[in-house]
């Protein structure tokens, strides 16, 4: 038996073109951070940023397990430097586990360090509570719940539906906790909107567009879950539609447009377009077909593969290839009972399907899987894929990019160690340096 240590800087030294940093972030996300109570929020009354719980838990426990945590907030990313590998700043997206051996805590001279297994590997910085997370809608409701945002302010993650219309073991997408998160935060009575209402969200973003002065926040998500019948009388396209035509008729181009929707039809997608959205993410999750069908059930039975993967090409020519961006889910495809036995077939098969898109100029992004305890995958393998996967993964996603001559995707500020904002996987901390101008982001279609 290997320490999580020596694991660490084992892969660390055998992939040396590999950030250091991006190690560590990797293990972070799919482990999670245990906090002392001294590394807590005061919520929205203290100076720093809480986590928001923008889409679903990203936690490795529940919240009833969290402790202190479940009560004081964590914050919602952390900024790690300095420690024994010398690591630039790095942006890591909290997920919370009492149990890890990742802790943040107060070293003896009052700052705020991370050990692993008992020894400070890094500084950690806090975000500063924005302004506009001081500022209520009239309502009487928090910015931070209608329109929080992440990557140190960068994205307004605006989960406009809180729970998704694939319901049960035979729909929901077996790593997903969207629907359980939606319940365990209204058991516990936290204010948690299931249908965010237009006029909300269009008055949560005036107040960000006010007090954001410095224009941190440069992008937004449209985003929730899955519509397969109706929300408000309304289908997916025309329900996740209503938001994106409010925002750009009311703050035309001030951010840059992206939906998170299932694979739709042509004529929806360039309504999308119409309406001032830039960027897709018609998100294939995983590529195996096998693994497609038994881990999002609901998504082979509405839509099938072949038609999202032919969707999305039909994307591409709307918004044009760039700016179609699918997300994986990286590690699944090694989950228990139904995943790969071993790294090498895992990472043939998602260099694959990498290959498929970026050989069209498609660049898909992924998220680093997040075992999440009430789902059947986190349930199954509480400690995710093994960390080999994710460095691997890193290693193949950079090749295959080069290898077709395409650039780090837009809409996730600069690129490279030490630069990326982008919290969930360490995709971007891996890249090179590349900065993406707000004019090529936005881009012009097709
Ligand atoms: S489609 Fe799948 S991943 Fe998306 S919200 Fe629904 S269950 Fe979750």
New binding site residues.
């Given amino acids: 038996m290997t320490t999580r240590t020596e694991q660490v800087e084992g892969l660390i030294a055998r992939f040396p073109h590999i950030p250091r940093e991006a190690v560590l972030k990797e293990d972070l996300l799919r482990t999670g951070i245990a906090f002392d109570d001294s590394a807590l929020t005061d919520n929205l009354e203290g100076e720093v940023k809480p986590k928001s719980y923008f889409i679903f838990s990203f936690d490795q426990k529940p919240l009833k397990e969290l402790g202190n945590a479940a009560v004081r907030r964590p914050p919602e990313e952390v900024a790690l430097t300095g420690g024994p590998w010398e690591l630039r700043r790095t942006i890591v997206s909290v997920r919370t586990n009492p149990d890890s051996p990742y802790r943040i805590g107060r070293g003896e001279a009052g700052a705020l360090q991370m050990s692993l297994e008992g020894r400070v590997i890094a500084d950690v910085g806090l975000p500063p509570m924005p302004e506009y997370y001081r500022h209520q809608l009239a309502n009487g409701k928090t910015v931070m719940e209608t329109a929080p945002t992440i990557q140190w302010g960068y994205l307004i993650y605006l989960t406009v539906l809180r729970l ?1 219309q ?1 319901f049960g073991a035979k729909e ?2 077996q790593y ?1 906790d ?1 629907n359980h998160n939606w319940r365990q935060h209204k058991q516990e009575g936290r204010p948690y909107t299931g249908v965010k209402p237009v006029e909300d969200v269009l008055e949560a973003l005036a107040i960000i567009d006010r007090y954001d002065t410095a224009r941190a926040s440069q992008a937004y998500t449209l985003t929730g ?2 519509v397969t019948s109706k929300v408000d009388g309304l289908a997916e396209a025309d329900f996740y539609g209503r938001y994106a035509q409010a925002i750009e008729e009311r703050f035309p181009g001030r951010w840059i447009g992206k939906v998170v929707a299932q694979a739709l039809p042509r004529e929806d997608v360039q309504r999308y377009f119409d309406y001032g959205i830039r960027i897709y993410h018609p998100n294939y ?1 995983v590529w195996d077909k096998r693994l497609f069908e038994i881990i ?1 059930p ?2 082979e039975r509405y839509v099938g593969r072949e038609e999202w993967h032919r969707r999305i090409f039909d994307a591409a020519e709307v918004f044009g290839p760039r700016y179609v961006i699918p997300n994986f889910v990286a590690g699944v495809e090694m989950a228990r009972p139904f995943g790969f036995g071993t790294v090498e077939e895992a990472i043939a098969s998602t260099a694959e399907g990498l290959n498929h898109f970026m050989s069209r100029g498609i660049t898909p992004r992924f998220t680093t899987w997040c075992p999440e305890p009430s789902t059947p995958l986190g349930k199954d393998n509480p400690n995710g894929a093994p960390l080999e996967y994710h460095i691997r993964l890193l290693e193949v996603y950079r090749e295959t990019l080069e290898k077709h001559g395409l650039k780090p995707p837009p809409g996730y500020g600069v690129a490279g160690a030490g630069n990326a904002v982008f919290s969930v996987s360490s995709f971007m901390d891996t890249l090179s340096p590349e900065v993406v101008t707000e004019e090529e982001a936005v881009g012009a279609g097709a």
């Fill in positions: 998704c694939y929901e997408c997903c969207i879950g899955s999750e999002c609901g998504k």
